[in-house]
C-alpha cells in the first residue's frame, strides 16, 4: 500500500515550453501533497507543500508563477514548469500524505531536462 | 528552525563491513526521525523511523539506527555492507505532526560499497 506514482518519469522539452508533472497516490487519499526539486549530488529542496482544494504555499525563493501548483482531487496534483529553461533542468519528485497522519510517501521523481 | 546534519558527504567501506552514517538534529524537543535511502534516478524509500517508542528502531534491509537524546543523534547502522547497500542516504525530521508539518532533510550521504 501507499504507492505514489509520477508521470512522465523523464521529459525533455525546449526552452520556453511548458511541462505538466502528475504525481498520484494509488491507494490512498492524500490531503497534503509536497513537491520537491532535487539538484545532482544535493539534497531535496522543498518548493511548495499544496493542500487538497487549496492554493499551493511555496517556499521563499520559489517563483509561484513559474511553477504552477494545482492539488485538484485527493489523488492527484500537478506541476507545471510554465516557460521552462535549462536552469529549471533537475530532478523534480513529489510526495504525498495521508488524512490525519505524518506520513509523506514519495514519489519516484520525474528528470526534467530543456534544451 | 529544525535542523539535520550528515556530516561528510562520502561513506566508502568494504563489503561485509560495518556501516555507520551519522545523522544530529537541532530542535531541543525530539522530532520524528526518519532514514531514506535514494538509488539513482528513483525516489526516497523510507528505511526506518523512529516515534518516540523504542530508542532502538530496526528496519529494512538489515538496518538499524539508535535515537539518543543525550547526543541528538539518530545514526544509521547494518553490520555487514552488501554491494546493493550502495546509494544515497538522508536522514531527515519532522518537527511535529501537525497540518503543516514539514520534512526538514539533512544534505544526504553517499554510500559506496567496495568488493
Known amino acids: 500500500g501507499a504507492v505514489v506514482s509520477q508521470h512522465p518519469s523523464r521529459v525533455i522539452c525546449k526552452s520556453g515550453t511548458s511541462v505538466k508533472i502528475e504525481c498520484r497516490s494509488l491507494?490512498?487519499?492524500?490531503?497534503?501533497m509536497f513537491w520537491y526539486r532535487q539538484f545532482p549530488k544535493q539534497s531535496l529542496m522543498l518548493m511548495a507543500t499544496?493542500?487538497?482544494?487549496?492554493?499551493?504555499?511555496?517556499e521563499q525563493g520559489v517563483e509561484k508563477d513559474k511553477f504552477l501548483i494545482n492539488h485538484a482531487s485527493l489523488t492527484l496534483s500537478t506541476l507545471t514548469v510554465t516557460s521552462a529553461h535549462p536552469e529549471d533542468s533537475s530532478f523534480y519528485i513529489c510526495?504525498?500524505?495521508?488524512?490525519?497522519?505524518?506520513?509523506?510517501?514519495f514519489g519516484p521523481g520525474t528528470r526534467l531536462t530543456v534544451t | 528552525a529544525q535542523s539535520v546534519t550528515q556530516l561528510g558527504s562520502h561513506v566508502s567501506v568494504s563489503e561485509g563491513a560495518l556501516v555507520l552514517l551519522r545523522c544530529n538534529y537541532s530542535s531541543s524537543v525530539p522530532p520524528y526521525l526518519f532514514w531514506y535511502v535514494q538509488y539513482p534516478n528513483q525516489g526516497l524509500q523510507l528505511l526506518l523511523k523512529y516515534t518516540s517508542a523504542a530508542t532502538l528502531v530496526k528496519g529494512i534491509n538489515g538496518f538499524e539506527a539508535e535515537f539518543k537524546k543525550s547526543e541528538t543523534s539518530f545514526h544509521l547502522t547494518k553490520p555487514s555492507a552488501h554491494m546493493s547497500d550502495a546509494a544515497e542516504y538522508f536522514c531527515a525530521a519532522l518537527s511535529y505532526t501537525g497540518a503543516n508539518s514539514k520534512l526538514t532533510f539533512g544534505k544526504g550521504i553517499t554510500l559506496s560499497v567496495r568488493p
Open positions: 491507494d490512498f487519499q492524500a490531503t497534503t
Open positions: 510526495s504525498a500524505r495521508p488524512r490525519g497522519t505524518y506520513e509523506q510517501y
Open positions: 499544496s493542500n487538497e482544494g487549496s492554493k499551493a504555499t511555496y
